[in-house]
């Protein structure tokens, strides 16, 4: 199989604090992890392509400061969202591809922030 | 125009029937086509992909494809209530088909 795992599942935290999201790929290695969001009722919105040992691309309108997005290993991505605010809350969901068959992403099961 | 278009729904269905959803898209370049399982709440699943014009079959779940017309779907035979949940089609453009866009998701319900 292919089996992305996020940490934590849940966060709430105050405003103003920073909060780090891990995705990992259990069983695979993932030269490219990607970073979304979802609102309520709404699609995803991709934030960010992760590569490892690069600097990750970021999407229009996604402030790269705010998001910091490192990849330190081929089963390793985070996502630190700094300062957060409510407007942060979210569901951030990560995704995989393996190195070989890369058409295809592989979703964790995704962190819902809530940001008081 | 978006890049990938679905009709968000809902579409409902009586239990035991064919549910059929379908999606757009405008990069006549795209290669690689694959539908999603969103429940409520949850990350989205893969349930199918399909790279060649035509139909792929996997257990109750048809993808077909037509890369003339920009045109994927996906049919649901003996519908359950347990399908009930939002599809969502994605695309993978661009060069080498790297980046992958996502439909707004049809939310499908079926009636027990």
């Known amino acids: 199989g292919a089996v992305v795992s996020q940490h934590p599942s849940w966060v709430i935290c105050k405003s103003g604090t920073s909060v780090k999201i891990e995705c990992r790929s259990l069983?695979?290695?993932?030269?490219?992890m990607f970073w979304y969001r979802q609102f309520p009722k709404q699609s995803l919105m991709l934030m960010a392509t992760?590569?490892?040992?690069?600097?990750?691309?970021?999407e229009q309108g996604v402030e790269k400061d705010k998001f910091l997005i490192n990849h330190a290993s081929l089963t390793l991505s985070t996502l630190t969202v700094t300062s957060a605010h409510p407007e942060d809350s979210s569901f951030y969901i990560c995704s995989a591809r393996r190195q070989t068959h890369q058409e295809t992403q592989y979703f964790g099961p995704g962190t819902r922030l809530l940001v008081l | 125009q978006k890049e990938v278009e679905q009709n968000s729904g809902p579409l409902s269905v009586p239990e035991g029937a064919i549910a059929s959803l379908n999606c757009t898209y405008s990069d006549r370049g795209s290669q690689s086509f694959f539908w999603y399982r969103q429940y409520s709440g949850k990350s989205p699943e893969l349930i199918m992909s399909i790279y060649s014009n035509g139909d792929k079959e996997d257990g109750r779940f048809t993808a077909q494809l037509n890369k003339a017309s920009q045109y994927v779907s996906l049919l649901i035979r003996d519908s359950q209530p347990s399908d009930s949940a939002t599809y969502l089609c994605?695309?993978?453009?661009?060069?080498?088909?790297?980046?992958?866009?996502f439909g707004a998701g049809t939310r499908l319900f079926v009636k027990a």
């Open positions: 994605a695309v993978n453009i661009g060069t080498g088909g790297f980046k992958t866009i």
């Open positions: 992760s590569n490892e040992g690069s600097k990750a691309t970021y």
């Open positions: 069983d695979f290695q993932a030269t490219t």
